[in-house]
């Protein structure tokens, strides 16, 4: 459906209500579901059905679609973006999927990190921190596989720091930054750079291509020559790094795509 189209939609719909156009909008924007649903999935690895994410996120589309007022100067897109995430972070949340086993791991690896970049002065190698943890390589790949469920901590984070879209944005005023919202954001892009620099080369490529540059695992594998599993744990990894940087601005990452 063409641009034309889905605005006659929308008029209908807000104007009758009527079930059968609700679903019609459902239909038509239901591949956004799916985008978002990826996106998160890089986060969740195999730890979660992407299925299952595109469920969750369908309630979110839902709602967004019951509550979106066509007056207001906002893509119906960008709207139910944020909402579409947020039904799809809320029921990972509600399901408390991340056992307290798994959450003791990542502290002891963001603590081995910490003390090995400290006394080395470079970044900690996969060997360094399996060595500093007491346990094998493999058995280290296994715990970053076990850790990808907990990037959706930093996400939930992000949403309730306030994320959704601005409630009136017919404001010219609005569309310029206040002075304290100016420094805010150039202090992210400085924490950025810097936390980008704690990451090996490859690392820091799986980054920038994904979020960046919006390839998919499969593009990157390709460009990297390395497995979709290995590009999975590189990206893992990476954000265990940057974690310490930006704290709970970690979420700024899926904001890019």
């Known amino acids: 459906m063409d641009e034309a189209g889905r605005n006659k939609l929308w008029s209908e719909y807000q104007k009758t209500k009527a079930p059968e156009l609700r679903e019609k909008l459902i239909l038509e924007y239901a591949p956004l579901v799916k985008l978002v ?17 595109v469920g969750y996120g369908i309630f979110g589309l839902i709602d967004a679609i019951d509550k979106f007022d066509l007056l207001k100067d906002v893509k119906f897109e960008t709207y139910a973006s944020v909402r579409i995430r947020g039904a799809i972070l809320d029921q990972i949340r509600k399901m408390d999927w991340i056992p ?3 959450r003791q791991k990542q502290k002891k690896i963001e603590a081995a990190i910490h003390d090995i970049e400290k006394e080395m002065g470079h970044p900690a190698s996969d060997s360094e921190i399996a060595a500093k943890l007491g346990i094998s ?5 296994n715990w970053q596989n076990q850790m990808k469920v907990t990037g959706v901590v930093s996400l939930n984070e992000f949403m309730e720091q306030g994320s959704d879209v601005p409630e009136d944005t017919n404001n010219l005023a609005s569309s310029f930054d206040k002075p304290e919202e100016a420094l805010e954001k150039e202090e992210l892009k400085k924490m950025l750079a810097e936390s980008l620099q704690l990451l090996t080369d490859k690392e820091k490529k799986v980054i920038l291509l994904y979020y960046y540059e919006e390839l998919t695992l499969k593009e990157i594998s390709n460009v990297l020559e390395v497995s979709e599993s290995r590009v999975s744990q590189l990206h893992t990894r990476a954000l265990q790094k940057m974690r310490e940087k930006l704290g709970k601005y970690l979420g700024i990452l899926t904001e890019l795509r």
């Open 37 to 53: 649903a990826g996106r998160l999935s890089m986060y969740l690895g195999f730890n979660v059905e992407y299925d299952d994410l």
């Open 100 to 102: 307290r086993t798994i």
């Open 137 to 141: 390589e493999d058995e280290y790949l």
